[in-house]
């Protein structure tokens, strides 16, 4: 486990979006600190701004005002490029329809964010394998998307965002296509993976069975933060 | 490196769509090479029929031959040179006289021209050695062309009518002793060949000629004021014109071929950005820049044409190549163009014309592809994660 040091910081975090002649306020002043470490969710109804404040942090979009400082740089000020680079090396992403590219194998999927760091041919590979066993997928590696189930595709999106060994994973709605069964399923391996690799994960999240793993909830309404819980677990 | 290993890797892995385009692609290829090639082909074979049958390897003419006006041709005959008669002697000059003359195939009148040439010469295939031999007939050579127009055989006797130096018009009869069979109309079509001496006497020109046919390029240097000299790219830029007419003209085809391969391209490439728009997003939030996923889609349109080239070589080598080795068969209304096309053209294919087909298609596949791809640089990410159409 790393330490406690903070990762993600949002001061007064405002965002707005232009909507016909007027704007719409998604985020209005939001406040928070995050761990290395945390296995935390944002939780709240549609449109309370989960996904917002989540693209904010994977450095996807930016705020309107105030300040979001991911791994010490301002989300602010960084350039697409600069962005780009602190996503392909630091940040993970899984998302609610897996995304998982279509025309690539398991393994190629899990490979790509390895390719993009430009690693070496014979390390990738035992990378990704290391990633398809985390998930336990090994003998799907040859497998394309339209061959596995909605549960394997997420594992996939899983050792995908997990293979570099990203300080954060964002991970937006990431049980919503699944069964129960499933769903736990990958939340286990989720919190495998921030215990054994303490990795940061920060979840957009509704569902019930996601919140009960979370050990720290940030409920959203109306782009606000209702409240920011530590969950006690038995 | 990143960006073609990922563009062949999505290409490969759209399957048939792409082997569709690229199949399109590729018969661009071959076209375009075959066309151009057989155009290549006309024209090497042309100039090689018209120096072998006409042109030699230059020609001597008299300062007033203007072949295009036959009404000058009373003017345009000279002595013959005296340094130039060894060279006629020993056959690599090729002496001709021409003036115009009628005969009269199955009773009908029909303009011709009546040509002298001398017996020995070695320069052209014109078949004068038939000219010996005969008796006292004029004997007479004629193409293939003028005897099946007119439906003369060899031993035929024609009659021939004809103007002498004083504008006195005689007639006598020439038996057709050959009749040669070449792909040079200009040599054929309305003309009878005689012996030089007989046309030299039947016109009361003894010693003279039109114009020399020449077999060595530096019998051309000859510097007498009643001659002027032709060399074999001036006798042959007709040709060339013709080819390059020619050449822009099957150019318009294989444009509209490859417009419709870009369009091909550019269509999938426009559709693929709206149902990849998922993907893009996908790749921008993995790490990489737009203009990443610009130039990744960019070099998956440029791949096509690098497929297509592989695809051509594939099918299209073993088809231009028995192309070239059996010619291709030419309609028998082609020879009267009036230019040289034999019966079979065998395609020519440089490298260069390789080489310029290839580079033509791949840059305009990737400028094709490039275009509908700069709308990635504009996307919003977080929209194109949704895969929401933007």
Redesign the interface.
Known sequence: MKSNQSVISIRNLVKTFPMGNREFTALNGINLEFASGEFSGFVGPSGSGK??LL?II?T??SPTEGEAMVLDHSVKLLT??KA??L???KIG?I?Q?F?L????SAA?NVE??L????MGGEARRKAVMEALEWVGLSDKAKSRPAQMSGGECQRVAIA?AMVKKPEIVLADEPTANLDAENSHNILKTMVKLNQELGTTFLFATHDEKVIGYLRRIIRLYDGKVAFDELVTKI | MLTLKLALRNLLGAGLRTWLNVFVLSLSYVVIIYIHGMLDGWDVQAKSDMMHWQTGQGQLWQKNYDPLDPFTLQESFATIPGELIPSVESGDLAPVLITMASFYPEGRIQSILLKGISENQQVVEIPTAAFSGGGADIPAVIGKRMAEANKITVGDLVTVRWRDANGTFDAADVRIAAIFNSNVPTIDAGQIWIPLRRLQTMLSAPGKATYFISKKSELLNYSGSDWVSKDLKSLTAEIDQIIKTKSFGSSIMYVVLLLLAMLAIFDTQVLTIFRRQREIGTQIALGMTRWQVVRLFTAEGAMNAVLAALLAAVYGIPFLASQAASGIAMPATTDTMGLAIADKIFPVYSLGLIGVTIVVVLVTSTIVSYIPSRRIAKMNPTEAIKGKIQ
């Open positions: 996904t917002t693209n994977g996807l979009d697409q490029k780009a680079l996503r392909s090396q992403f998302f329809t995304n590219l279509p025309v690539y190629e790509f964010p390719l993009l760091q430009k995908r």
